[in-house]
């Protein structure tokens, strides 16, 4: 059964992206927030791999065969996204400073801008997807 237009796959896994990526932020802004105190530890959010592995497994279910010019286009059969959680870890690769704080202002500055990169790209296809069914909706009138 092929993908629906709105509430389908793709929308499935946009939405679970930006769900993991909103929680992204705020858990780059509480590591920022707490760039001063002693023994604070910065946490990051790991999804991506959850959200590919969900994708990898509604490929794997299609009862149509693919031809896909793409490895990153999306499924016919639905992901199940609702298993992806994203895991917050606390980060212990970077070096502490001598309070025990381990916040590194500059990698914490470029996640906050590649998160906010993709979240808005996410957000523009969202919307250009909404406008496009609008389209279709009206019979190609505005």
């Known amino acids: 059964m092929p993908d629906q237009f709105l509430?389908?796959?793709?929308d499935s896994v946009i939405g679970a992206a930006l769900n993991g990526l909103s929680l992204r932020?705020?858990?780059?802004s509480n590591n920022l927030a707490n760039i001063d105190t002693p023994q604070f530890k910065a946490s990051e959010v790991q999804f991506e791999d959850q959200l590919q592995d969900a994708i990898d497994?509604?490929?794997?279910?299609s009862p149509v065969t693919l031809v896909s010019?793409?490895?990153?286009h999306?499924?016919?059969?639905?992901?199940r996204v609702e298993d992806v959680k994203p895991e917050i870890e606390q980060d212990e690769e970077t070096a502490v400073r001598a309070d025990g704080?381990?916040?590194d202002i500059d990698k914490q500055m470029v996640l906050l801008s590649e998160t906010a990169l993709t979240y808005n790209a996410l957000v523009q296809l969202t919307a250009?997807?909404?406008s496009l069914?609008?389209?279709l909706v009206n019979d190609g009138r505005r």
Not at 7 to 10: M, W
Not at 25 to 28: A, E, G, K, N
Not at 57 to 61: C, K, M, P, T, Y
Not at 69 to 72: A, D, F, G, H
């Open 128 to 130: 250009a997807r909404l």
């Open 74 to 79: 999306l499924p016919l059969e639905p992901a």
């Open 101 to 103: 704080n381990n916040v």
């Open 7 to 10: 509430g389908g796959t793709t």
């Open 133 to 135: 069914a609008k389209y």
């Open 69 to 72: 010019y793409n490895p990153r």
């Open 25 to 28: 932020q705020r858990l780059i």
């Open 57 to 61: 497994r509604g490929r794997q279910r």
